[in-house]
T-cell receptor
Framework: TQLLEQSPQFLSIQEGENLTVYCNSSSVFSSLQWYRQEPGEGPVLLVTVVTGGEVKKLKRLTFQFGDARKDSSLHITAAQPGDTGLYLCAGVPMEYGNKLVFGAGTILRVKS | DAGVIQSPRHEVTEMGQEVTLRCKPISGHNSLFWYRQTMMRGLELLIYFNNNVPIDDSGMPEDRFSAKMPNASFSTLKIQPSEPRDSAVYFC?????????????FGPGTRLTVL
């Protein structure tokens, strides 16, 4: 069982559509990060959220950290083929000290 | 900056053979992490070092796995003997600090296939 549950596992949409990816847990996290990974490469950090209720925007991407710091979401507006990739959430559980744990990821495919 | 460097990029070996994966972290980073990624289990932390000292190796699956960091610019992950279930992509990452707030920079990974 993953400490961080991501949904959906797979998402295939048309260019221009909006989408939301979720990252949920029963544990409290001191911080949460979102990474994007492209085939044949390592994950690349998109954002770190620290405060409960925090919202961060990165161009067409909006990240939110839940008030209780147990969940997070990633919303993409007007998706483009370049957004295609594996999206991973990762966090430091309060009870695990400095250890970063990853969710299983959401595979996103944006068709043109 | 060259980023995190891993070698080899691909490794195909036979069951029972010793495998050594190598990593050069970003200069100035004092924390280094080894991960394994599979379709079934996702990205798993195997071990991490801070200032060349192993801090947490609880993710190392078995005694067949060992990792060393002899200096600030080099680390190895060794599997001896290797088994087919070790087939995965192994990533090395480094960061400026140990806390989860710090960004981890990942290398391109080593794709290991054990036949």
């Amino acid at each position: 069982t993953q400490l961080l549950e991501q949904s959906p596992q797979f998402l295939s949409i048309q260019e221009g559509e909006n989408l939301t990816v979720y990252c949920n847990s029963s544990s409290v996290f001191s911080s949460l990060q979102w990474y994007r990974q492209e085939p044949g490469e390592g994950p690349v950090l998109l954002v770190t959220v620290v405060t409960g209720g925090e919202v961060k925007k990165l161009k067409r991407l909006t990240f939110q950290f839940g008030d209780a710091r147990k969940d997070s979401s990633l919303h993409i507006t007007a998706a483009q083929p370049g957004d295609t990739g594996l999206y991973l959430c990762a966090g430091v559980p309060m009870e695990y000290g400095n250890k970063l744990v990853f969710g299983a990821g959401t595979i996103l495919r944006v068709k043109s | 900056d060259a980023g995190v460097i891993q070698s080899p990029r691909h490794e195909v070996t036979e069951m029972g053979q010793e495998v050594t994966l190598r990593c050069k972290p970003i200069s100035g980073h004092n924390s280094l992490f080894w991960y394994r990624q599979t379709m079934m289990r996702g990205l798993e932390l195997l071990i991490y070092f801070n200032n060349n000292v192993p801090i947490d190796d609880s993710g190392m699956p078995e005694d067949r796995f060992s990792a060393k960091m002899p200096n600030a610019s080099f680390s190895t992950l060794k599997i001896q003997p290797s088994e087919p279930r070790d087939s995965a992509v192994y990533f090395c990452a480094s960061s400026e600090g140990l806390l989860g707030l710090r960004e981890q920079f990942f290398g391109p990974g080593t794709r290991l296939t054990v036949l």
